[in-house]
T-cell receptor
Framework: KAGVTQTPRYLIKTRGQQVTLSCSPI?????VSWYQQTPGQGLQFLFE???????NKGNFPGRFSGRQFSNSRSEMNVSTLELGDSALYLC?????????????FGSGTRLTVV | ELKVEQNPLFLSMQEGKNYTIYCNYS?????LYWYRQDPGKSLESLFV?????AVKQEGRLMASLDTKARLSTLHITAAVHDLSATYFC??????????FGTGTRLKVLA
């Protein structure tokens, strides 16, 4: 059974650019959430999607956005990149939000902004 | 707003010893989760605790939940080197929001 797939694994971007990260959940999972992980701030919730609708959003500026498609795949977009956006971005999926077995996380996309 | 705190942040222990990681959360949470993260890797789900008094065990790890005290513990019994990792707890805020603790970096010394 395939796990949660995130692409790309690594990305280097320049300040001011924008970036799109992709997440394919486990087949059948309809809930996809995104997290930013940095050494200073730890794991911070970005947003969660369920059945193509954003159900909740963390405390991030509007430069961070996302969407979910009908096949449950999700994308996250960050516009006007800042140095502080450098982080590991993790996607997690679950059959339903806050499932009984927890979320399954992908390997992450490591974004470096220079 | 829900806040989740873990302690200690760092833990260095000898093989064979026991220790407990604590996870406190500030407001009511329906569920409590524990995850493990190895360096450079993603998070692996360890336990899901659903109700007050819940206790789950897997190998040398045992997790418990006290919703009245807003406290979960992860107890390590007779630690081995393979348990070296960072452990995170996470609590839920509403149906669609998941707040992680700061993480506890565990190093088990031979």
């Amino acid at each position: 059974k395939a796990g949660v797939t995130q692409t790309p694994r690594y990305l280097i971007k320049t300040r001011g650019q924008q970036v799109t990260l992709s997440c394919s959940p486990i087949s059948g999972h309809r809930s996809v959430s995104w997290y930013q992980q940095t050494p200073g701030q730890g794991l911070q919730f970005l947003f969660e999607y369920f059945s193509e609708t954003q159900r909740n959003k963390g405390n991030f500026p509007g430069r961070f956005s996302g969407r979910q498609f009908s096949n449950s795949r999700s994308e996250m977009n960050v516009s006007t990149l800042e140095l502080g956006d450098s982080a590991l971005y993790l996607c997690a999926s679950s059959l339903v939000p806050q499932g009984l077995i927890g979320y399954t996380f992908g390997s992450g996309t490591r974004l470096t902004v220079v | 707003e829900l806040k989740v705190e873990q302690n200690p942040l760092f833990l260095s222990m000898q093989e064979g010893k026991n220790y407990t990681i604590y996870c406190n959360y500030s407001t009511t949470s329906d569920r409590l989760y524990w995850y493990r993260q190895d360096p450079g890797k993603s998070l692996e789900s360890l336990f899901v605790l659903l109700s007050n008094g819940a206790v789950k065990q897997e190998g040398r790890l045992m997790a418990s939940l006290d919703t009245k005290a807003r406290l979960s513990t992860l107890h390590i019994t007779a630690a081995v080197h393979d348990l070296s990792a960072t452990y995170f707890c996470a609590a839920t805020s509403g149906t669609y929001k998941y707040i992680f603790g700061t993480g506890t970096r565990l190093k088990v010394l031979a």
